[in-house]
């Protein structure tokens, strides 16, 4: 099984991508998480944001390919650490590869949020959407040392 987070914005700052590869690189090798980017809707450019939504929801869904869908919204249902690690648990038997899905600076179409098996909330807080990714990715690690009963995670 794969872990991916397919993002908007391929050109995040070094802080950012420092930050995703810190946590992708202590992932075990039956876990592996891998980043996949797409580009930011090209309609974004002339100001119709729904439309450049819909594209970058497009290339989303395509990089996500076969995968579950867990869509990252505000709207979404908020995580305790355990409970990433149960369902992170529960998909490991399943076998099918998981997808976190990242919208751009405007969020996700509603054609990815009905696309998602999960809506994911981080926090009531609005974060950068380039953030997020370091912020999944530690979690994602951090639920796999609990799985592992590594020391990592101490709550």
């Excluded at 992170?88 to 098996?117: N, P, S, W």
Aim: proline fraction near 5%.
């Amino acid at each position: 099984m794969r872990l991916n987070m397919v993002a908007v914005g391929r050109r995040p700052p070094a802080w950012i991508r420092t930050g995703v590869d810190e946590f992708a690189q202590r992932m075990p090798r039956h876990l592996p998480l891998a980043l996949k980017a797409v580009n930011a809707g090209d309609a974004r450019r002339s100001g119709d944001v729904d439309r450049a939504r819909g594209q970058e929801a497009d290339a989303l869904l395509a990089a996500a390919g076969g995968s579950r869908v867990i869509a990252l919204d505000e709207r979404g249902q908020s995580w305790r650490t355990p409970d990433l690690a149960d369902y992170l648990d529960r998909a490991t038997h399943d076998g099918r590869d998981l997808a976190f899905v990242i919208g751009g600076a405007d969020g996700l179409h509603d054609r990815c949020l009905d696309a998602a098996d999960r809506r994911w909330s981080l926090s009531a807080l609005t974060l950068p959407h380039m953030l997020v990714r370091v912020i999944v990715a530690e979690q994602l690690y951090r639920a796999w040392t609990l799985l592992a009963g590594h020391p990592y995670h101490r709550a």
